[in-house]
């Protein structure tokens, strides 16, 4: 879905760009079948109003580990 990264940064700050928000396990595989960046909670990060060509991902999970080679959700 095409809107603005300012919906999802605490500064409300940041252009458009085609948001995936990655809110279930089954989502996991779509989220990253293109180029995309990958935004948490949204704080500290600066985006431009000119807004990214790159896909965002929104994480909206809970419970992710990483180790090494392995993510677990």
Excluded: P
């Excluded at 995936?20 to 500290?44: M, P, R």
């Excluded at 990060?45 to 392995?70: A, T, W």
């Amino acid at each position: 879905m095409c809107g603005f990264v300012a919906d999802y940064t605490s500064l409300k700050i940041g252009g458009r760009a085609e948001i995936f928000v990655l809110d279930s396990v089954d989502k996991i595989l779509s989220a990253f079948a293109e180029k995309c960046v990958i935004l948490g909670k949204g704080t500290n990060v600066l985006v431009s109003d000119k807004g990214i060509s790159e896909r965002v991902v929104v994480n909206r999970l809970r419970g992710i580990s990483f180790d090494k080679n392995y993510v677990t959700v």
